[in-house]
């Protein structure tokens, strides 16, 4: 019998290093097939990439459009690779939407191409982006752009002409908007730690506006309509505020030295 017991014992021991086995066989081959798949993914993405990115300097807007929302679909499905897609996309509008030549005058509002990419910009997720990584738009032109309710945080909008934009809405904290031209824009949204000095808002429409904290130093506010607005602790040091309506704005801890207040409603 002890031979008989230790036959069992040994065909107990071979079955179960039989099954161990099977099952370390099947996890390597899951394995495999995983890291197959990721590869064949990841080829997959670079091909797209290439091929909208190739689509962006095509001569036909219809292709272009199909560019901007490959390339916004790849953001979806890879969310590693967004910083990479904002930065082609953000230099996509730079040089769709370069200022005017001295003397000629810009359109009223930007192409269909640039407007899908300011889209496709402004609506993805930003948890994606990192931690340091910001929009650059600086130096476009962006006059009348339609941009309601868009989130524009930490976006670079120095020295951009965004005059008679539509901003109503949008979320404009802690953006860079030193220098730009925002005449007759509407921005009654979230301006919140906005960089704005020696910013152009000559008749802005931003009653309303949350403007906590912002600089506006050297700032043309000439007839801009800030009633009710937020001004606490914003910085108006030599603003021109020349016949603006200050009705009901809070300018509590608010920095007005050397500005200009002639004609100023409060």
């Known amino acids: ?21 099977v099952a370390a066989f099947t996890w390597v081959s899951i394995q495999q097939v995983g890291t197959e798949q990721a590869i064949t993914r990841e080829g997959q993405i670079t091909d797209r990439y290439n091929t909208a990115v ?18 916004q679909r790849i953001m979806q499905d890879s969310s590693r690779d967004q910083p990479a897609l904002v930065q082609v996309l953000s230099a996509y509008v730079r040089t769709h939407a370069p200022q005017p030549k001295h003397g000629r005058r810009g359109p009223d509002q930007p192409a269909d191409d640039v407007n899908a990419a300011l889209n496709v910009l402004t609506h993805r997720d930003r948890q994606h982006d990192g931690t340091t990584y910001v929009v650059n738009l600086a130096g476009a032109y962006l006059a009348g752009a339609r941009l309601e309710s868009a989130d524009l945080t930490y976006f670079r909008l120095n020295h ?10 949008a979320r404009l904290r802690h953006t860079e908007l030193s220098g730009a031209h925002l005449e007759g824009a509407q921005m009654w949204g979230d301006l919140t730690g906005a960089q704005m000095s020696n910013a152009y808002l000559t008749g802005a429409d931003m009653v309303g506006a949350d403007m906590a904290g912002t600089d506006l130093t050297g700032a043309h506010l000439a007839s801009s309509g800030l009633v009710n607005a ?9 603003a021109d505020l020349t016949g603006a309506d200050l009705t009901g704005a809070h300018l509590r801890g608010a920095d007005m030295s050397h500005a200009r207040l002639a004609g100023t409603k409060r």
């Open 1 to 21: 019998m002890g031979w008989w017991t230790r036959l069992q014992q040994a065909v107990g021991l071979l079955a179960t290093m039989a099954t161990l086995a």
């Open 160 to 169: 951009a002409n965004l005059s008679g934009a539509h901003l109503d809405g």
């Open 54 to 71: 190739t689509n962006l300097g095509n001569d036909s807007i219809d292709v272009r459009l199909g560019g901007i929302y490959a390339l």
């Open 230 to 238: 937020d001004l606490t602790g914003a910085d108006l040091t030599g």
